[in-house]
């Protein structure tokens, strides 16, 4: 069993930078992703699984990649490639990171479209919470109404 201090520090973003500037660095990062939606992005190996010594899954270009390559980004101080620099700049946690970048042996890629959604999610959480309250609550919706039948 793991103990408790590395578990908060999974959730526990890397640096702190001001709100205002993770939300603007994270959605030049969507911007960019969306300018080409359907190119396909390697995903990394997620970082409970060491993550972090790897590079994408397959030979492909990663998200962090992706926003290497602006130079806007680079000089706002992104200073390289590596998961650990992304998670500074952007100011994410392993688990945030893991959400956008990360994938699978059964799913190594991804359209960038839908990593920059995730982005999207990750920088604004509200309408995910909306959806998810919804199931929850016609779940109880529908439980209440099958226990008043039966």
């Given at each position: 069993m793991r103990p408790v201090r590395s578990l908060t520090r999974?959730?526990?973003?890397?640096?702190?930078?001001?709100?205002?500037?993770?939300?603007?660095?994270?959605?030049?990062?969507?911007?960019?992703?969306?300018?080409?939606?359907?190119?396909?992005?390697?995903?990394?190996?997620?970082s409970w699984a060491g993550g972090d010594?790897?590079?994408?899954i397959v030979d492909r270009p990663s998200a962090i990649d992706v926003a290497w390559s602006d130079v806007v980004l680079r000089v706002m101080g992104l200073a390289g490639r590596s998961r650990g620099e992304a998670k500074s700049f952007f100011g994410?946690?392993?688990?945030?990171?893991?959400?956008?970048?990360?994938?699978?042996?059964?799913?190594?890629?991804?359209?960038?479209?839908?990593?920059?959604?995730?982005?999207?999610?990750?920088?604004?959480?509200?309408?995910?919470?909306?959806?998810?309250?919804s199931v929850v609550a016609l779940l109880l919706v529908i439980c209440a109404i099958s226990y008043w039948i039966f």
């Open positions: 999974r959730w526990a973003p890397a640096t702190t930078i001001a709100a205002r500037d993770r939300q603007h660095r994270l959605l030049r990062w969507a911007t960019l992703l969306e300018r080409n939606p359907h190119q396909i992005i390697g995903l990394l190996s997620p010594a790897r590079g994408t994410l946690s392993d688990a945030e990171l893991d959400r956008i970048a990360a994938g699978s042996w059964r799913c190594p890629v991804r359209p960038a479209w839908q990593v920059a959604v995730r982005i999207r999610n990750v920088e604004c959480p509200r309408l995910e919470n909306r959806i998810v309250g």
